[in-house]
């Protein structure tokens, strides 16, 4: 194959603490929204790839590593799942995976920034996929931390929390008030879900996150993952619950008619992947 000339390829990285993340690519897209630094770029790699503010968000060939986990050990697992929520989420694909289950009647996407929407249904359209047209799915492009604020109690059989790090727009989606209110606007039975961060690059914000939801919710655990593109590569999802830890104990048959034609996600692989906790981070949520 012909070498690409070097003008149009590059090492676009990531840095996080000393560290650099990075893929080889060019730059398709860049702008300023409102609320923060819209990239898009082709890597190699991985396909497209989404930064916001200079950090990884989803790349085509790797998102399912991240939205399988988000969303499936929840949607699996809740009493009913007629009404879910999605805060953030603009590019689409924890929506997609919310509506491979016939079962959701109706999904809210509240994501903060509408050209994180626009410009995904552009660049990344496989994320999104059929997501953008079906009639169950209202995007509303609000304030998250607003949205649960505003709604009244028990309106939702699942909340998934798709944010970027907890800084700029995403900082009011880990504090203690918003994971109380995501509780009171969860209909008895629900799942709450949340990305909490690496364990390894993030490892202060991910234990607080954990300690912050556990004190709002009866349970709630950490499953650990791997998505390549983010920092250290090793990431974390947390679900709560009340009443029991229903995201632990998946619908049998709801679980087998996504399962094969996840890539990551299985029963199996969410058994495993809920003992995983390092040593250290168990020690440490036990004092
Ligand atoms: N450090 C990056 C964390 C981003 C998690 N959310 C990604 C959004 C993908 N839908």
Same mark, same amino acid.
């Given at each position: ?85 999605? =805060? ?5 694909? &924890?929506? @997609? /995976?919310?509506?491979?289950? #016939? ?101 202060? =914000? ?5 300690? &912050?939801? @556990? /004190?709002?919710?009866?349970? #709630? ?67």
């Amino acid at each position: 194959m012909e070498p690409k000339p070097a003008s149009l390829t590059r090492w676009i990285d990531e840095y996080h603490n000393g560290v650099r993340y990075g893929l080889e690519g060019k730059v398709l897209f860049n702008e300023k929204s409102c609320f923060q630094q819209i990239t898009f770029i082709e890597s190699k790699r991985y396909g497209t790839a989404l930064l916001l503010d200079g950090c990884w968000m989803t790349a085509e060939l790797q998102e399912k590593s991240y939205h399988e986990c988000l969303v499936q050990p929840a949607l699996c697992s809740a009493k009913n799942i007629n009404n879910v929520l999605i =805060i953030g989420g603009g590019d689409g694909g &924890t929506a @997609r /995976e919310c509506l491979r289950h #016939a079962e959701v009647k109706r999904l809210d996407l509240v994501e903060i920034d509408r050209r994180v929407v626009e410009l995904s249904q552009k660049y990344l359209p496989t994320l999104g996929g059929n997501a953008w047209t079906d009639p169950r799915l209202h995007i509303n492009i609000n304030d998250g931390v607003e949205w649960v604020k505003n709604k009244k109690g028990a309106s939702y059989d699942v909340i998934i929390i798709d944010s970027s790090d907890p800084q700029g727009p995403a900082k009011g989606l880990f504090n203690k008030l918003f994971f109380e209110n995501c509780k009171r606007i969860l209909r008895s039975g629900g799942v709450f879900a949340t990305q909490s961060e690496s364990p390894e690059a993030f490892r202060k =914000i991910h234990i607080e996150t954990i300690k &912050t939801i @556990r /004190e709002v919710f009866d349970f #709630a655990d950490p499953l650990y993952g791997s998505v390549p593109l983010y920092p250290s590569g090793w990431w974390s999802w947390t679900f709560a619950a009340m009443g029991k830890q229903f995201y632990k104990e998946p619908i049998q048959q709801r679980a087998q008619t996504i399962a094969s034609q996840c890539d990551i996600w299985s029963i199996e692989w969410q058994t495993g992947a809920f003992k995983s906790m390092p040593a250290s981070i168990h020690r440490e949520l036990s004092q």
